[in-house]
């Protein structure tokens, strides 16, 4: 039985696939929504789940929540394996059946980037990278045990690499994850420990390039390091990692001993050109035309960070704000055409400035030639990502916590959750020289 | 090195240990508290977690946030193994050692209960219990994964088993979360599915007991009962269940074909009886004296689940109530003692009644002679609860919520989470019959 309307599939339920389900939410078209988790998660907040800030469901956000209403659409939790272009199918898994097709009329994909470590990726035994709200909850479960772990050793020499977090990549992430743990120790626990001090714990933040926050001015990257320098982080620049293991790193060959080791470095894209079969770029992201379709498959488009497209002769950064508005381009093309109406001009991106939170109160912000530094980027960061947030119960909760925690140091979800059955609620327990010896005899 | 003052260990930071925490403020005494988690859980809200209504944040605050500022408590990560009662000492695995002896002058075991499958263990794989965060994480996951493999399964004869859920044991905690399934589904859920009718979902709770909630009296059972079956739960009691697979259950020579099946039947004690080796009751808790101490041991405590004391020739429930009185209790008692006062006169509860939630804004409520049932019974309940959260910040937060939840039918936290790892960020996919099929050709 042929659908009356034709079918798009969309799949990814990220920034790009939420704005090109909503922009065709009045087209008569079916469409489909594939996502291999139930939740969209706003990312620009996941390092604030991994340092306690806010719980995973003030960043997550159920699908089926936001467009599930959408008369028109329906919401498969399922993993995308593969597309066949000339059938006109994608390949899903889900629940116990494999490579399922699901057959389109358009299609969207929205499928964003994974973690990459550059071909060595042995390194992610020890440096987990932070991607989903599982990784997230994992790191916070790693940061918070490394201080319980020292404070049940009352060996005092044996604390050095438990209260040392090494952060690899001083991007947006790692530059924000190591200012956020900077304040968890400084005014989170720091009266809560007996054996340890966390205040005395270490933060190294590393990367190869000669600055932080590389797509900011320069300026406003000598500012976030200064600002990191005066929370205690160590930023060291020009080098890359030699070695990650259990012990620690390497960098410039000295060893740095510590048991939190945490990756912010590389993304590599989602295997879409591999299922496409299409010309990618270096890092592997599909070459899309100014219509953001495939070439030569009109009825296929690639959209956010998976996609590769220059403007002004530079390619379009992977930032959220790029899929948010490719995805509604590529919905209201696919409208006007399903509709009869002519085709739009090619996308254009407008960008709307980048920034980054330093700490506590202190934040960078670039809009065009305005370069800004401190509190009032900090509002302006706070609003912005309120404002995105995409419902209103979250952005609520979100406000209520951030100005809880702004003002009492406390934190909404300071929690060790292991996920591994009732049976083994123990904390799982890492290889470290650490222990426990009654103080009296 | 002797320590000058004496030193008081407390095993559980549940209601219990942190009652006897608290109450030791002031005490010349060092004090240590072991847990196995990070955080003190607030039970009564568990199953609002299981259902998707708070998140673990809101329920779990880290025991340093609580008694870490108390400036005589150092706070212990770990897992108590075994108790020396000659060398007067408690074995603990914590970080990667094991059996590491921490001595005590006191010791207050307040380590609460278990799950019991009454001798079929054989059960918990198909149907786990409610104790810890990572079940109810656990459970929420299983129940949102069972819509979601529902819709994605085209052919409604496969769906009947998905959206069959069984609740065995119609205690509080059965009762209370069949009536938030009931509630999911028709408020939260109804308008987001396309392929499937969350309200056709079947809710079945089942007891062997002759009515629900056994603690209250029977007029308030039968409400319970009542306004349970007007939410469309089927309330099966008077037979035990003989069998639970990956097919359902079996009751009553019937079988129920269901993928999830959620235990919410019987408790066992912790193991604190193995651990002083004394006399206990036939489930296994610990018989303590008038002043909650082991016989024969002055300087040994056991309050809460894991002990057992008649009053009035009945034994004392297993509830919240008993525990902080008794953990308070016991505090108060060793702190009398450090400081060389009288003991004080015999434990005595003040039962300060029960209560239990019927789905949205009904609950009955018992309180001496007052019984009562419906939206007033839930306000008390509601006002009850808030009250006892531990801290001032999920007071306000959970209250939020609530309201949020009560006026929009939305939940807090309605997120599949799989924490095994980025890798297999992909849901964990159970044996059932069902798929997708292309519905167009």
């Known amino acids: 039985m042929r659908e009356t309307v034709p079918r798009v599939v969309i799949v990814g339920g990220g920034f790009g696939g939420l704005a090109a389900a909503r922009a065709l939410k009045n087209t008569p078209a079916n469409l489909i929504l594939v996502d291999r988790t139930n939740h969209h998660l706003f990312q620009p907040l996941l390092y604030q789940v991994a340092t306690s800030v806010l719980s995973p469901g003030q960043i997550g956000s159920p699908i089926r929540g936001i467009v599930g209403k959408q008369r028109n659409t329906t919401v498969i939790l399922g993993e995308v394996t593969g597309v066949d272009k000339d059938r006109q199918c994608v390949s899903v898994n889900s629940a116990d059946r494999t490579d399922v097709p699901i057959p389109y009329d358009f299609l969207i994909l929205a499928t964003g980037v994974t973690h990459s470590y550059f071909g060595r990726d042995e390194f992610e035994k020890f440096a987990p990278g932070l991607k989903s709200l599982a990784d997230a909850v994992a790191i916070r479960n ?48 720091k009266a809560e420990f007996r054996r340890i001090t966390p205040g005395s714990a270490r933060i190294v933040l590393l990367d190869m390039a000669p600055r932080v926050l590389g797509p900011f001015s320069e300026e406003l990257s000598l500012a976030a390091k200064e600002r990191l320098e005066s929370l205690g982080v160590e930023v060291r620049l020009g080098h890359g990692v030699d070695q990650i293991d259990a012990d620690g790193v390497v960098v410039a060959g000295e060893r740095i001993l510590s048991k939190t080791v945490i990756w912010t470095a590389g993304v590599a894209p989602s295997p879409a050109g591999k299922w496409l079969n299409v010309g990618t770029d270096r890092p592997g992201r599909v070459r899309i035309q100014p219509d953001l379709s495939v070439p030569g498959h009109p009825e296929i488009f690639v959209v956010g960070d998976t996609a590769s497209l220059d403007q002004d002769g530079k390619p379009l950064p992977g930032v959220a704000q790029v899929a948010m508005q490719q995805g509604r381009y590529a919905g209201k093309l696919i409208g006007r055409r399903v509709t009869g109406k002519s085709a739009p001009g090619p996308f254009r991106y407008f960008d709307k400035g980048n920034m980054a939170v330093v700490g506590k109160g202190f934040a960078v912000l670039q809009i065009g030639k305005v370069h800004l530094s ?17 419902q209103a119960s979250l952005r609520v909760s979100v406000f209520v916590q951030w100005v809880w925690t702004y003002l009492t140091g406390q934190r909404g979800s300071r929690l060790i959750v292991n996920h591994y059955g009732a049976e083994q609620s123990k904390p799982v327990i890492e290889a470290a020289p650490v222990g426990m010896t009654p103080s009296s005899k």
């Open 374 to 390: 401190g509190f009032i980027a900090w509002l302006a960061w706070a609003a912005v990502h309120l404002q995105f947030l995409a």
């Open 142 to 189: 790693k940061i918070l045990q490394a201080f319980e772990q020292a404070e049940a050793e009352e060996d005092p020499t044996r604390h050095r690499d438990l209260l040392t977090f090494v952060l690899v990549g001083a991007g947006p992430t790692g530059v924000e994850m190591a200012g956020a743990i900077a304040v968890l120790i400084r005014n989170t626990l």
